[in-house]
Protein backbone atom coordinates (compact mmCIF):
# COMPACT_ATOMS: atom_id res chain seq x y z
CA UNK A 1 0.00 0.00 0.00
CA UNK A 2 1.06 3.55 -0.35
CA UNK A 3 3.05 5.49 2.59
CA UNK A 4 3.16 9.05 2.64
CA UNK A 5 5.91 10.90 4.88
CA UNK A 6 5.82 14.63 5.65
CA UNK A 7 8.30 15.93 8.34
CA UNK A 8 6.53 15.07 12.08
CA UNK A 9 9.09 17.87 13.59
CA UNK A 10 7.72 21.17 13.07
CA UNK A 11 9.45 23.97 10.54
CA UNK A 12 10.30 27.03 12.65
CA UNK A 13 11.41 29.97 10.45
CA UNK A 14 11.49 33.72 10.25
CA UNK A 15 9.45 36.05 8.75
CA UNK A 16 10.50 36.58 5.25
CA UNK A 17 12.44 33.25 4.54
CA UNK A 18 11.13 30.70 2.49
CA UNK A 19 9.53 27.71 3.74
CA UNK A 20 9.69 24.41 2.08
CA UNK A 21 8.15 21.24 3.19
CA UNK A 22 8.80 17.84 1.68
CA UNK A 23 5.80 15.23 1.28
CA UNK A 24 7.48 11.74 0.26
CA UNK A 25 5.84 8.36 -0.77
CA UNK A 26 6.54 4.98 -1.29
CA UNK A 27 5.53 2.51 -4.15
CA UNK A 28 4.03 3.73 -7.17
CA UNK A 29 3.39 7.57 -8.30
CA UNK A 30 0.08 9.20 -8.07
CA UNK A 31 -1.92 10.27 -10.33
CA UNK A 32 -1.87 13.55 -8.07
CA UNK A 33 -0.85 15.36 -5.37
CA UNK A 34 -2.90 17.87 -2.97
CA UNK A 35 -1.55 20.21 -0.63
CA UNK A 36 -4.03 21.48 2.38
CA UNK A 37 -3.67 23.83 4.93
CA UNK A 38 -5.24 23.30 8.64
CA UNK A 39 -5.40 25.52 11.44
CA UNK A 40 -5.88 24.51 15.10
CA UNK A 41 -9.35 23.25 15.76
CA UNK A 42 -10.30 23.56 12.08
CA UNK A 43 -10.95 21.66 9.27
CA UNK A 44 -8.49 21.28 6.03
CA UNK A 45 -8.24 23.88 3.66
CA UNK A 46 -7.04 23.24 -0.15
CA UNK A 47 -4.72 25.08 -1.80
CA UNK A 48 -3.14 23.13 -4.82
CA UNK A 49 -3.05 20.29 -7.00
CA UNK A 50 -0.51 18.68 -8.97
CA UNK A 51 -0.97 16.28 -11.21
CA UNK A 52 1.62 13.78 -12.39
CA UNK A 53 2.71 15.02 -15.43
CA UNK A 54 3.23 18.42 -14.02
CA UNK A 55 6.72 19.61 -13.03
CA UNK A 56 5.68 22.59 -10.99
CA UNK A 57 2.68 24.71 -9.77
CA UNK A 58 1.92 28.23 -8.37
CA UNK A 59 -0.46 29.94 -6.62
CA UNK A 60 0.70 33.55 -4.96
CA UNK A 61 3.30 32.59 -2.43
CA UNK A 62 2.84 29.28 -3.30
CA UNK A 63 4.59 26.86 -5.20
CA UNK A 64 4.69 23.01 -5.26
CA UNK A 65 7.10 20.71 -7.70
CA UNK A 66 6.55 17.03 -8.10
CA UNK A 67 9.39 14.80 -8.63
CA UNK A 68 8.20 11.30 -9.72
CA UNK A 69 11.50 9.83 -9.77
CA UNK A 70 12.69 10.91 -6.31
CA UNK A 71 9.09 10.20 -5.34
CA UNK A 72 8.65 13.73 -3.32
CA UNK A 73 6.67 16.78 -3.89
CA UNK A 74 7.95 19.81 -1.84
CA UNK A 75 5.53 22.60 -1.06
CA UNK A 76 7.29 26.20 -1.13
CA UNK A 77 5.99 29.52 0.34
CA UNK A 78 7.94 32.55 0.04
CA UNK A 79 7.73 35.53 2.10
CA UNK A 80 6.34 33.76 4.51
CA UNK A 81 4.54 35.52 7.20
CA UNK A 82 3.46 34.82 10.57
CA UNK A 83 -0.20 34.09 9.47
CA UNK A 84 1.35 31.19 7.43
CA UNK A 85 1.86 29.75 10.39
CA UNK A 86 -0.78 26.13 10.60
CA UNK A 87 -0.41 22.30 9.58
CA UNK A 88 0.15 21.57 5.95
CA UNK A 89 -1.22 18.09 4.92
CA UNK A 90 -0.25 16.37 1.50
CA UNK A 91 -2.74 13.46 0.58
CA UNK A 92 -2.56 11.61 -2.86
CA UNK A 93 -4.19 8.76 -5.01
CA UNK A 94 -3.22 5.71 -3.33
CA UNK A 95 -3.66 4.20 -7.13
CA UNK A 96 -6.82 4.07 -9.07
CA UNK A 97 -9.33 4.78 -6.65
CA UNK A 98 -8.63 8.65 -7.17
CA UNK A 99 -10.23 9.47 -3.45
CA UNK A 100 -6.54 10.88 -1.40
CA UNK A 101 -5.01 9.62 1.31
CA UNK A 102 -3.64 11.75 3.77
CA UNK A 103 -0.21 12.68 5.19
CA UNK A 104 0.12 13.03 8.53
CA UNK A 105 1.17 16.90 8.30
CA UNK A 106 3.96 19.07 9.28
CA UNK A 107 3.54 21.84 11.57
CA UNK A 108 5.22 25.28 10.10
CA UNK A 109 5.58 28.28 12.84
CA UNK A 110 6.77 31.16 11.34
CA UNK A 111 8.68 33.50 13.68
CA UNK A 112 7.79 37.52 13.24
CA UNK B 1 -23.00 29.48 0.55
CA UNK B 2 -22.25 28.51 4.33
CA UNK B 3 -19.51 25.89 3.85
CA UNK B 4 -19.78 22.39 5.09
CA UNK B 5 -21.85 22.39 8.33
CA UNK B 6 -21.18 19.60 10.93
CA UNK B 7 -22.98 19.39 14.22
CA UNK B 8 -22.46 19.28 17.12
CA UNK B 9 -19.11 20.81 17.26
CA UNK B 10 -18.56 18.87 20.33
CA UNK B 11 -19.85 15.82 21.67
CA UNK B 12 -18.84 14.44 25.58
CA UNK B 13 -20.68 10.82 26.18
CA UNK B 14 -20.10 7.85 28.70
CA UNK B 15 -18.78 4.40 26.75
CA UNK B 16 -21.86 2.67 25.61
CA UNK B 17 -24.18 5.38 24.42
CA UNK B 18 -24.98 5.63 21.14
CA UNK B 19 -23.64 8.73 19.20
CA UNK B 20 -24.71 10.37 16.39
CA UNK B 21 -23.29 12.85 14.08
CA UNK B 22 -24.31 15.11 11.55
CA UNK B 23 -23.20 16.64 8.25
CA UNK B 24 -24.92 19.20 5.57
CA UNK B 25 -22.55 19.19 2.49
CA UNK B 26 -22.05 22.30 -0.05
CA UNK B 27 -25.26 22.49 -1.69
CA UNK B 28 -24.52 20.97 -5.31
CA UNK B 29 -21.50 18.63 -4.39
CA UNK B 30 -22.53 15.35 -5.31
CA UNK B 31 -19.51 13.57 -3.56
CA UNK B 32 -19.64 13.31 0.09
CA UNK B 33 -16.61 11.93 2.65
CA UNK B 34 -16.44 11.19 6.47
CA UNK B 35 -12.87 11.25 8.25
CA UNK B 36 -11.65 10.83 11.24
CA UNK B 37 -8.52 12.73 12.95
CA UNK B 38 -6.60 11.68 15.70
CA UNK B 39 -2.46 12.26 16.37
CA UNK B 40 -1.78 8.69 16.65
CA UNK B 41 -3.31 8.08 12.67
CA UNK B 42 -3.98 11.28 11.53
CA UNK B 43 -6.62 11.97 8.78
CA UNK B 44 -8.52 8.41 8.27
CA UNK B 45 -11.08 8.17 5.53
CA UNK B 46 -14.01 6.21 6.82
CA UNK B 47 -16.64 6.17 4.12
CA UNK B 48 -17.32 7.92 1.05
CA UNK B 49 -20.94 8.73 -0.71
CA UNK B 50 -21.31 9.73 -4.56
CA UNK B 51 -24.88 11.20 -5.49
CA UNK B 52 -26.25 9.32 -1.78
CA UNK B 53 -24.93 6.06 -2.45
CA UNK B 54 -21.97 4.50 -0.44
CA UNK B 55 -19.33 3.71 -3.30
CA UNK B 56 -16.65 2.65 -0.33
CA UNK B 57 -16.67 1.77 3.41
CA UNK B 58 -13.44 -0.08 3.82
CA UNK B 59 -12.58 2.70 5.81
CA UNK B 60 -15.12 1.92 8.67
CA UNK B 61 -13.67 0.08 11.55
CA UNK B 62 -15.96 -2.25 12.65
CA UNK B 63 -19.60 -3.07 12.73
CA UNK B 64 -20.37 -0.29 15.68
CA UNK B 65 -20.15 2.54 12.89
CA UNK B 66 -22.92 3.17 10.19
CA UNK B 67 -23.21 6.13 7.80
CA UNK B 68 -26.17 6.95 5.96
CA UNK B 69 -26.93 9.39 3.42
CA UNK B 70 -30.76 9.63 2.85
CA UNK B 71 -30.85 12.49 0.73
CA UNK B 72 -28.18 14.60 -1.22
CA UNK B 73 -28.47 17.38 1.55
CA UNK B 74 -27.84 15.36 4.76
CA UNK B 75 -25.60 12.85 6.44
CA UNK B 76 -24.92 11.41 9.37
CA UNK B 77 -22.17 9.13 11.07
CA UNK B 78 -23.55 6.69 13.96
CA UNK B 79 -21.44 4.52 16.37
CA UNK B 80 -23.31 2.35 18.70
CA UNK B 81 -21.96 1.49 21.09
CA UNK B 82 -19.35 3.79 21.75
CA UNK B 83 -16.17 3.21 23.02
CA UNK B 84 -13.04 5.62 25.12
CA UNK B 85 -10.88 4.84 21.55
CA UNK B 86 -13.19 6.14 19.24
CA UNK B 87 -12.26 9.73 20.85
CA UNK B 88 -11.39 11.83 18.18
CA UNK B 89 -12.17 14.65 15.32
CA UNK B 90 -14.65 13.68 12.73
CA UNK B 91 -14.65 15.76 9.65
CA UNK B 92 -16.98 15.80 6.81
CA UNK B 93 -16.15 16.96 3.44
CA UNK B 94 -17.80 17.50 0.16
CA UNK B 95 -16.57 17.95 -3.05
CA UNK B 96 -17.80 18.12 -6.45
CA UNK B 97 -16.79 15.47 -8.51
CA UNK B 98 -16.90 11.70 -8.25
CA UNK B 99 -13.79 10.52 -7.59
CA UNK B 100 -12.43 13.73 -4.84
CA UNK B 101 -9.37 14.11 -7.40
CA UNK B 102 -10.35 18.18 -6.92
CA UNK B 103 -10.82 19.98 -4.31
CA UNK B 104 -12.76 18.53 -1.07
CA UNK B 105 -14.56 21.03 0.66
CA UNK B 106 -14.00 20.45 4.84
CA UNK B 107 -16.41 20.74 7.49
CA UNK B 108 -15.06 22.47 11.08
CA UNK B 109 -15.42 18.80 12.39
CA UNK B 110 -16.99 17.28 15.30
CA UNK B 111 -14.65 17.00 18.49
CA UNK B 112 -16.11 13.17 20.53
CA UNK B 113 -15.01 12.15 23.90
CA UNK B 114 -16.07 8.95 24.96
CA UNK B 115 -14.99 8.53 28.69
Known amino acids: SQKIEQNSEALNIQEGKTATLTCNYTNYSPAYLQWYRQDPGRGPVFLLL?????KEKRKERLKVTFDTTLKQSLFHITASQPADSATYLCALDPGGSYIPTFGRGTSLIVHP | DAGVIQSPRHEVTEMGQEVTLRCKPISGHNSLFWYRQTMMRGLELLIY????????DSGMPEDRFSAKMPNASFSTLKIQPSEPRDSAVYFCASSTKRTGVDEQYFGPGTRLTVT
Open chain 2, 49 to 56: FNNNVPID
Open chain 1, 50 to 54: IRENE
